[in-house]
């Protein structure tokens, strides 16, 4: 798309180039008279006017519209009803699946967003987490969790304002109160709203339920929907500095709980024995007491731990 911009830019230039010679070469050229019998001249337009009255501008732009896609969540009756997160571009909805675009988060004060999800009882609900969960060098930043109760028309923060980046919003598919985030926390300091929070009143207050670390947020959260209180979650140990990246530490690891976020245990067995970076997780909609597998470097995947037990 850049080259296809420059290059349509460079012939812009190049027509303009010619013309204008041409324009300043008729100026300096004396009147000549009307041969006898045709029409009086038009004195008031002027040669440039005249060579360049067949062009018409139209709209070649931006070259970049929103940025990378970080999630999408589609309504679960209404199939043409999406919403896009971007991950510098703000949040889109489309009600036609796909044909057009509205944005809907623009008066908001973050662009950046990480996560949308859409309550499963009540579609008209709608969170989002701001901030890519992401930490290279172009990275955009967020201010927390945004909660719409009229499908993206109107929106609240509803805290974590500190989080900065955000990997995953979960909603308890008994209690639409119930909701879990995994904030990732700020790229280049410590501390910050890091962790896996927990609300029970609808986002009124939050609980820190997995403490990372001071540099070690919550990168993913999954929950088996056959029963909601069992969890796991992924923290990530990551920073980075103008001069350099870290992605990954001691603080990173893998985390179970079969109580709605009140008691952890981090799981060691059948994972690499050197410390971890960034990882990604999913429950099987099918089979999900076959638990979660390890696969690594094309080797055959191996059993890390059941879900249940």
Same mark, same amino acid.
């Given at each position: 798309m850049y080259h296809r911009f420059a290059s349509r830019v460079a012939r812009l230039v190049l027509l303009v180039s010619v013309i204008l010679p041409v324009a300043v070469v008729a100026q300096q050229r004396p009147p000549q008279r009307a041969a006898p019998g045709a029409a009086p001249a038009d004195t008031a337009r002027s040669p440039l006017a005249s060579a360049v009255s067949g062009l018409r501008l139209r709209s070649i732009g931006p070259a970049l519209l929103s940025g990378r896609v970080s999630d999408v969540a589609v309504h679960p009756t209404n199939r043409k009803i999406w919403y896009v997160a971007t991950a510098s571009g703000g949040l889109?909805? !489309?009600? /036609? =699946?796909?044909?057009?675009?509205?944005?809907?988060?623009d008066d908001q004060s973050s662009y950046s967003i990480g996560v949308v999800v859409i309550d499963p009882k009540n579609p008209n609900v709608v969170w989002v987490g701001t901030g890519e969960n992401n930490a290279? #060098?172009?990275?955009?930043?967020?201010? *927390?969790?945004? $909660?719409?109760?009229? @499908? @993206? &028309? !109107?929106?609240? /923060?509803?805290?974590?304002?500190?989080s900065e980046h955000i990997g995953k919003i979960l909603? %308890?598919? #008994? /209690?639409?109160?119930?909701?879990?985030? =995994? =904030? $990732? @926390?700020?790229?280049?300091?410590?501390?910050? %709203?890091r962790g896996l929070y927990k609300t029970t009143d609808g986002g009124k207050t939050w609980t820190k339920v997995l403490d990372g670390g001071e540099w070690g947020g919550v990168a993913d959260v999954v929950m088996d929907l056959r029963r909601p209180d069992v969890l796991?979650?992924?923290?990530? $140990? &990551?920073?980075? #500095? $103008?001069? @350099?990246?870290? =992605?990954?530490?001691?603080?990173? *690891?893998?985390? &179970?709980?079969?109580? *709605?976020?009140?008691?952890?245990n981090k799981v060691q067995r059948g994972l690499p024995t050197e410390e971890l970076g960034r990882i990604g997780l999913a429950i099987s909609p099918a089979n999900a007491g076959r638990g979660l597998r390890h696969h690594r470097g094309g080797q055959p995947p191996r059993r890390v731990l059941p879900l249940y037990g």
């Open positions: 889109w909805k !489309t009600t /036609n =699946a796909g044909t057009t675009f509205s944005p809907i988060f290279q #060098r172009s990275v955009s930043y967020g201010d *927390g969790v945004y $909660q719409s109760i009229d @499908g @993206g &028309r !109107t929106w609240q /923060n509803v805290g974590l304002k500190e909603i %308890d598919p #008994r /209690n639409s109160d119930v909701v879990y985030v =995994a =904030a $990732q @926390g700020p790229v280049f300091k410590g501390g910050g %709203d796991i979650a992924s923290t990530w $140990q &990551r920073t980075r #500095r $103008q001069w @350099g990246y870290i =992605a990954g530490g001691p603080e990173s *690891g893998l985390h &179970r709980s079969t109580d *709605g976020g009140a008691t952890w």
